[in-house]
């Protein structure tokens, strides 16, 4: 395959910024998660606003960090990809909440059925397994989409910007999220999770799916082994396929179990996106690829 050629994708050079040691920005967001729960829980806020305040908050932040202390100044994201991840927003919010509306009759469903053998666990082991299990569906499923066929060309869209930043992360097709919804809520809901566990355990899995694409420099260091990080993720977006690992986004557990782990050694990749992008540019190329994949000849 040949590499995309775009004229206007930005020099893609290595980290850039010594303005920063540590990515404390992703550590200050991690932080921040348990009490924000808290005091979300004191408010009785609902699990659906205490997860769109605790997405948009993170998500702010890290734009803000993004723009102060770049990893790769080229990377940060002009009007137009504003525009066009505003766009999938607004799309995958209505996809999300019709989601919702079948995985909220299936959790009566199953709960009728099925007794809730994790509702009795302490949330400090609740928590952790919730977050692991919600992984694993999702991380098959991705490496499954990168195998090519009608998986890719679901999943290419997320693959197709040529800057890895938070806001981005909104950018992909309503099918893949879909499918990562459905695969990480329904084994919560066969082995019976709280309802606040799986709220807490969603809040984390949601804010590090942007903390992991935040264009911030510095580095998590040892922890790149235990959480998610912007230093793994980079890679997966490589246009290099022997180099786009890590298949995982909150946590990196099943690329260590499965053997998908591409660990950060110093650099990221030289370049990001893919290598078969429609011929069209701007709005044509993101409707034909929303459209490729569900209905080939409406595109
Ligand atoms: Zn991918």
């Not at 999300?96 to 666990?121: F, K, Q, T, Y």
């Not at 499923?141 to 090519?148: F, N, P, Q, V």
């Not at 959480?227 to 977006?237: D, N, P």
């Given at each position: 395959?040949v590499a995309h050629a775009d004229p206007?994708a ?265 290598t ?24």
């Amino acid at each position: 395959m040949v590499a995309h050629a775009d004229p206007k994708a930005p020099t893609m050079t290595h980290p850039t910024s010594t303005t920063l040691r540590w990515n404390w920005p992703h550590l200050a967001v991690l932080a921040g998660l348990p009490p924000f729960a808290w005091l979300c829980s004191m408010a009785a806020l609902s699990a659906a606003a205490m997860l769109t305040l605790g997405t948009l908050l993170s998500l702010a932040w890290l734009m803000w960090a993004e723009r102060r202390w770049p990893a790769r100044p080229g990377w940060s994201p002009g009007a137009g990809d504003l525009a066009r991840d505003g766009a999938f927003l607004g799309l995958n919010a209505v996809t999300d909440a019709a989601g919702g509306l079948v995985l909220a009759w299936l959790a009566l469903s199953i709960a009728a059925m099925v007794p809730g053998a994790a509702a009795d666990w302490s949330p400090w082991i609740a928590v952790p397994a919730a977050v692991a299990l919600g992984e694993l569906g999702p991380y098959a499923l991705h490496r499954w989409a990168h195998r090519g066929g009608w998986g890719w060309r679901v999943h290419a869209l997320h693959h197709a910007p040529v800057r890895v930043n938070a806001s981005n992360n909104l950018t992909a097709h309503p099918v893949n999220v879909l499918w990562n919804q459905f695969a990480r809520t329904v084994p919560w809901l066969v082995l019976g999770f709280d309802p606040l566990v799986i709220a807490w355990a969603s809040l984390f899995i949601q804010v590090q799916s942007f903390a992991v694409h935040a264009n911030i420099a510095g580095t998590l260091g040892p922890l790149n082994r235990w959480i998610g990080t912007a230093e793994l993720h980079r890679w997966h977006h490589s246009t290099v396929p022997a180099e786009a690992l890590n298949f995982s986004t909150a946590l990196p557990l099943w690329d260590q179990v499965f053997g998908t782990c591409r660990a950060p050694c110093g650099r990221g990749p030289a370049q990001v996106g893919i290598t078969d992008l429609p011929p069209t540019r701007g709005w044509a190329m993101w409707r034909k690829m929303l459209l490729v994949p569900i209905c080939p000849r409406c595109a």
